[in-house]
């Protein structure tokens, strides 16, 4: 028996907050997070957690949150990691998951949102790497 979703796919980009550009004055910095260590717990998946520490490196790279292109985030990927093809892992769409419990249901997407060539960063997607990984103890 398939269950209804946890939450309204309709919805998910007004729980994800608004886009950083958008937020004058925005108090978290990208040096404000230690992207050197994974982000526990703040996209509920490990390879989500990976793929976001690509996307703060390249924010700290920019020294800022402003939009960037497959091919910026491609660089730094090969680059650190040596290999190509970079996953943004549920960062941008929704994937599906299972649980016997409570049958399938969306999970992630709406954390980056995809416009004109460019990714745009949540506030919601920032603050949940600096709950994560501070750059200093608070």
């Given at each position: 028996m398939?269950?209804e979703p946890?939450?309204?796919?309709?919805?998910?980009l007004e729980q994800?907050?608004p886009?950083?550009?958008e937020?004058?004055?925005?108090?978290?910095k990208?040096?404000?997070?230690?992207?050197?260590?994974?982000l526990f717990?703040?996209?509920?998946?490990?390879?989500?957690e990976?793929?976001?520490?690509?996307?703060i490196?390249?924010c700290?790279e920019?020294d800022?949150?402003?939009?960037?292109t497959?091919?910026?985030?491609?660089?730094?990927?090969?680059?650190v990691?040596?290999?190509?093809?970079?996953s943004?892992?549920?960062?941008v769409?929704?994937?599906m998951s299972f649980?016997i419990v409570?049958?399938?249901y969306?999970?992630?997407?709406g954390?980056?949102?995809?416009?004109?060539?460019?990714y745009?960063?949540?506030?919601?997607?920032v603050e949940a790497?600096?709950k994560?990984?501070?750059?200093k103890?608070?």
């Open positions: 398939e269950m946890r939450f309204d796919p309709r919805t998910l994800r907050g886009l950083v550009e937020v004058v004055d925005f108090p978290i990208p040096g404000d997070i230690n992207a050197n260590k994974r717990d703040a996209y509920g998946n490990t390879e989500t990976i793929s976001a520490g690509y996307i490196r390249l700290q920019k800022s949150w402003k939009p960037f497959a091919e910026e985030i491609e660089e730094i990927y090969h680059r990691s040596s290999h190509e093809g970079f943004f892992n549920q960062l769409d929704q994937g649980s409570t049958g399938r969306p999970v992630g997407g954390w980056i949102v995809l416009r004109e060539g460019k745009h960063l949540t506030t919601t997607f790497a600096f994560s990984s501070p750059a103890a608070q």
